[in-house]
């Protein structure tokens, strides 16, 4: 089979730094023809640096030259961009979160299936080794049966003063939709994406509402801010487990924190760094695991399966329909919030 054509749509930051030199090291199966942004001269200096060979300021005149497509736009156009893909006869990496909303979200899968073309999103967590070893002991059920997970995404002081992370309109959300995701679905991924069955969530944007901010990442307008900043939420699955989720941009804490605990029946795993907790002999275990098989950049990984699962090599590893669950708790998580109950689903 001849190579796949690759093209990419946004040349913001996650494109340049993540998904074209991803792609660029899979240049046996890949050659980038194309880059698109409504920023025509950014695309173009994209294009010169990279070697691409073209740069166009409109998506559908670039998928008539392109196998494959990548989407870095903000979240607002990831579902118009993938569904016109899709329609295309396009395959498609789409950057999380999937889209704006679980409605966005279900018409790219069905534009998926229509097409019969590979839809995936980019949650990158999953590749990361800490990720890969612990979803071998969650399906080896070294722990039993998941009973709690408890997920915090925390950040100090450190709200993204550039791009439109902060633009309500274009993303949908703050610290959740950005952040959050991705701890939320490496969580699912590894409980084997149960049914929820009840969400319950509070937002809050108050610390970034005030002048003088302390910011590690950049300016913005306190004034304009109308995004979230910190989030709890409650999730209860199907199967009885529950799980309870912290994230926040800016919160005042010692310092950042980033982890994924899940208890069981039969023990306890902690991803970041990964570990397993357990009762034997009448005593308490804390096992580490001391060494861990290096692994590729989880960037580079998931640009690999994607290209492995088009050319028929591999499982794909983030199935749409997964990436829908994680949208869908998430706007539940901002209902919730918004009318101050919790929304059964």
């Not at 899968?109 to 980019?122: N, P, Q, R, T």
Request: hydrophobic residues 40%.
């Amino acid at each position: 089979m001849s190579k796949i054509k690759l093209g990419i749509v946004g040349v913001g930051g996650i494109a340049v730094d993540r998904h074209i030199p991803a792609f660029l090291r899979l240049n046996d199966d890949v050659s980038i023809e194309a880059v698109c942004d409504v920023n025509f001269i950014r695309a173009q200096e994209v294009a010169e640096s990279f070697g691409i060979p073209h740069a166009y300021n409109d998506y559908r005149e670039m998928f008539t030259v392109i196998d494959a497509v990548v989407i870095c736009t903000p979240n607002k156009f990831h579902s118009e961009i993938t569904v016109a893909a899709l329609n295309s006869g396009l395959h498609v990496l789409c950057e999380k979160p999937m889209a704006m909303t679980v409605e966005e979200c279900q018409a790219m899968i069905d534009a998926s299936k229509k097409a019969e073309k590979v839809l995936s999103i980019g949650f990158h967590y999953r590749f990361m080794k800490e990720s890969q070893g612990a979803k071998r002991i969650m399906v080896a059920k070294e722990i039993g049966h998941p009973l709690v997970v408890r997920i915090q995404a925390l950040r100090r002081r450190k709200v993204p003063g550039w791009g439109v992370f902060t633009n309500k309109d274009l993303q949908g959300g703050g610290s959740l939709i950005d952040y959050g995701c991705h701890l939320l679905d490496l969580s699912l991924w590894l409980m084997g994406n149960p049914n929820p069955v009840e969400v319950s969530g509070t937002t809050y944007h108050a610390l970034s509402n005030q002048p003088g901010q302390v910011n590690q990442w950049g300016n913005f307008n306190h004034e304009t801010f109308n995004v979230d900043d910190h989030v709890t939420g409650y999730v209860r699955f199907a199967n009885g487990a529950s799980m309870l989720l912290e994230v926040s941009w800016s919160a005042n804490i010692e310092s950042d924190k980033e982890s994924v605990s899940i208890s069981g029946d039969q023990g306890g795993i902690e991803v970041f760094p990964l570990k397993l907790n357990y009762a034997k002999h009448g005593m308490l275990f804390n096992s580490d695991a001391t060494w861990m098989p290096e692994t590729e950049d989880p960037g580079y990984l998931q640009a690999k399966n994607f290209v492995d699962v088009i050319l028929n090599r591999a499982e794909q590893i983030v199935k749409p329909e997964e990436a829908l669950q994680v949208s869908q708790i998430m706007e539940a998580i901002y209902k919730s919030s918004e009318n101050q109950k919790s929304v059964q689903l």
